[in-house]
């Protein structure tokens, strides 16, 4: 509800204000300030939906009144206008064929068919017939365009148009008037309104933990979970705190399951940000793997192989500098911004290798005149598709099979045997899927006689596995997998098409000067750049996302697990 964030410093200094209070002066202090912050909410967005209704109530008139005779035709007793949506030619004859036989010939319904998809119409009739008119209109579910205010019952559309204006104006005023005071309330009452919520929930917190102590008249026992490398210093703070009065133990918890135990996250600095996008699934389940550092390594390379480009990377990076600087002071502001720099880097660096700088840009504009010889490039993508299509894949054909190893090793780890068999028996057979589509295509090596037995050898030894592991049903199923696997590998070839689609995007905006003149053609150019860069930073990210999301982590990953969360302040006062 609050329209102004007040400044740590003044939350940190009203919730240790609000610890010495009593709990009834703070009920009715918080009453007192959620009454008046909703009550010019509450107006707001009443005010907010009124524009909105109105707004879409005069596009319907306006849309009408062309279709009807112009702005002069009347709208009230004796008429209605309506306007049909989606099967329209059934809905109108319906509506023209009831109108006839229950009204008469005295009815009139004129229609103008503006789309396959909409039509306008016109109602005519005696007065009397108001009400079986608008009986039929409502057994047919067709809403007629009417405005409610009794002042303007025969009113023309221009009329109604002009007085929705005016209404419109009125509420707008007064959205501003509220917005004002809203903004004054939040800077009276903002601080302690979130101070009496960190005390609140800090209250809450230590309710929580109650469950977990056990007491009688001399003994107190409580336990909980701690990182096994802070123990030691948590024993030691303990004791010092209340010398010879306290035992503190370790306790195993061999026969717990691995999903009762938290995971607490540690990764370095530089992946820390992509704990955000993992934040869609649970934790990883205790004991195995944390996948955020290869997500957040596979991502920005990924991102990065697809833009390509220096330009829009250094537009990515003042994006994410804008970021850090409006939302930098919470956690996802801060993640987000940071995985947006790395996105800019990545495309920045892509983009010298490709020598791309808005497409073509500078190799067909500026290098010319600045050298006679071609631009030195290091790997010209847009010349070079095939070689760019087998690298894409080539991502698919290491990170694939890596995926289902770790796999292995995880349900090995963890007991379910079966399971690692069955996964090591589908990474043989895609391994010796991927061997022979390489000898198909004349890969050296892979081509060999001697090759064609080892991939024979090591599918048939996959499916064993897989038949094994699975049993009969279950089995036939994983051979079949198998091919879905390749098309997993095979996934990853839209690295290089999303690509591609951008340098061809890049190019048609460079052309625009040149076929439509610079007047026109320079503005133009600007805007399919711009469309390219905003293309180019929702399409890599969702599909490098895919790619771990679909491709890689299912092999492995195990979110099961529960977030480990210390009992503690998280914010001093």
């Known amino acids: 509800l609050l329209t102004l964030q007040p400044g740590e410093h003044d939350v940190k200094a009203a919730a240790k204000s609000a610890t010495d209070a009593a709990d009834a002066d703070l009920i009715k202090k918080v009453r007192g300030w959620a009454e008046a912050l909703r009550t010019v909410s509450r107006e707001r967005a009443t005010r907010r939906d009124a524009v909105e209704v109105l707004n879409n109530y005069k596009r319907i008139l306006e849309q009408v009144a062309p279709a009807l005779g112009g702005s002069s035709v009347k709208l009230g007793r004796g008429t209605r206008a309506v306007v049909l949506q989606g099967n329209v030619k059934k809905i109108a004859d319906r509506l023209d064929e009831r109108l006839a036989s229950e009204i008469g010939p005295q009815c009139s319904f004129h229609r103008n068919q ?59 005023k007064e959205m501003t008037r509220l917005e004002g005071e809203a903004n004054k309330l939040s800077r009276q009452v903002g601080a302690e ?141 801060r993640s987000v911004g940071t995985i947006a720099m790395y996105m800019g880097v990545s495309s920045t660096v892509f983009g010298v290798i490709y020598g791309e700088y808005a497409g073509a840009f500078v190799e067909k504009t500026v290098w010319p005149m600045i050298s006679s010889g071609a631009m030195p490039v290091l790997f010209h993508r847009a010349h070079e598709t ?24 995880a349900d090995w780890h963890h007991g379910h045997k079966k399971h690692a068999i069955e996964k090591a028996g589908m990474c043989m057979g895609l391994l010796a899927l991927m061997s022979f589509v390489f000898g198909y295509f004349g890969v050296p090596v892979f081509n060999s006689s001697f090759m064609q037995i080892v991939d024979v050898a090591l599918g048939a030894v996959g499916v064993v596995m897989i038949f094994y592991a699975a049993g009969a049903m279950r089995g036939a199923v994983g051979v079949i997998e198998i091919m879905s696997l390749g098309g997993n590998v095979l996934s990853y ?36 750049h711009l469309l390219n860069l905003g293309i180019g930073i929702a399409s890599p990210t969702i599909h490098s996302l895919r790619l771990n999301f679909v491709e890689f982590l299912p092999k492995f990953y195990s979110p099961e697990g529960r977030g480990f969360n210390p009992f503690r302040k998280e914010t001093q006062w």
Not at 219 to 241: I, M
Not at 512 to 517: A, E, F, K, R, Y
């Open 114 to 172: 503006i789309s396959r998809k909409q039509l306008v119409g016109l109602v005519t009739f005696p007065e009397a017939k108001e009400n079986e008119v608008t009986r039929i209109l409502g057994q047919e579910g067709v809403t007629p365009v009417d405005m409610r205010d009794q002042s303007l019952e025969n009113a023309t559309l221009g009329e109604v148009v002009g007085r929705i204006d005016k209404t419109i104006t009125q509420h707008q």
């Open 193 to 333: 309104l979130l101070g009496v919520k960190l005390v609140v929930a800090d209250r809450l917190s230590r309710l929580r933990v109650y469950g977990q102590f056990a007491q009688s008249k001399m003994v107190t026992v409580f336990q909980g979970w701690t990182p096994s490398d802070q123990y030691p210093a948590l024993k030691q703070a303990v004791e010092r705190e209340f010398p010879g009065k306290v035992e503190v133990n370790q306790v195993g918890f061999h026969d717990l399951p691995h999903t009762a135990v938290p995971t607490l996250l540690r990764n370095a600095a530089f992946f820390k940000p992509f704990e955000l996008p993992m934040g869609l699934f649970r934790p990883p389940t205790y004991g195995t793997s944390d996948p955020t550092w290869m997500v957040g390594l596979s991502f920005t390379i990924f991102y990065g192989f697809i833009m390509g480009d220096a330009i829009y990377g250094l537009a990515i990076i003042l994006l994410a500098l804008w970021i850090k600087g409006k939302f930098g002071a919470s956690k996802i502001g």
């Open 386 to 409: 095939t070689q760019l299509l087998v690298l894409a894949i080539m991502f698919g054909v290491f990170l694939v099979p890596t995926a289902l190893i770790m796999g292995v090793r």
């Open 493 to 528: 070839a839209r690295l290089m098409a999303l690509g591609v689609a951008s340098i061809a995007l890049a190019d048609i905006a460079n052309m625009l000067p040149g076929m439509m003149g610079y007047a026109i053609g320079i503005p133009a150019a600007l805007l399919v």
